[in-house]
């Protein structure tokens, strides 16, 4: 499954992203013109990060994408917009491991969609193969932030 069908399935709109690629992630901090939260951890066997700056609905979002050693993508993506995903609405839960972050969670099938706050902005983590390696993804983030 794709990002635009795994975002599709998560808010039930398809949507377009033009992106900007950069080659680090502080350049793209840099372009974001702002913080970014990064996973230090990804899963065995995935590939390098791509960073990507683009629109998501709406608001500014930067994006990381990382292809899983069976070829699925990994999207992190970040934005500084309130979420609006609610436990026990449309089969999100609370994730007592990120109770700091007020993590919540889906799964599609054999994919999991973990939804954070850190830092002041929304995170969303889709694309894990497994809900622990999500959550460790999501204990992961790191702010990185412009340089001055």
Same mark, same amino acid.
């Given at each position: 499954?794709n990002?635009?069908r795994?975002?599709?399935?998560a808010v039930?709109?398809p ?5 900007? =690629? ?9 372009a %974001? ?18 960073y990507?700056?683009g ?7 930067? =994006? %990381? ?12 993506l970040g ?10 609405v449309?089969g999100w839960? $609370?994730?007592?491991e ?11 099938? $054999?994919?999991? $969609? ?9 995170? $969303? ?5 497994? =809900?622990?390696d ?7 983030? =790191? ?6």
């Amino acid at each position: 499954m794709n990002w635009n069908r795994q975002h599709e399935a998560a808010v039930g709109a398809p949507v377009q992203l033009p992106s900007e =690629r950069f080659d680090s992630v502080t350049a793209l901090a840099s372009a %974001f013109g702002g913080p970014i939260c990064e996973p230090t951890v990804w899963p065995r066997g995935s590939g390098v990060p791509k960073y990507l700056l683009g629109e998501g609905p709406g608001v500014p979002m930067y =994006r %990381f994408e990382v292809a899983q050693n069976e070829g699925s993508p990994i999207s992190v993506l970040g934005y500084l917009r309130p979420r609006s995903q609610r436990a026990g609405v449309n089969g999100w839960q $609370h994730v007592p491991e990120l109770g700091r972050q007020r993590g919540l969670a889906i799964s599609y099938g $054999h994919f999991w $969609h973990l939804v954070v706050s850190e830092a002041g902005q929304t995170v $969303h983590l889709i694309g894990y193969r497994s =809900r622990a390696d999500a959550i460790e993804a999501a204990q992961s983030l =790191r702010v990185v932030e412009p340089p001055p």
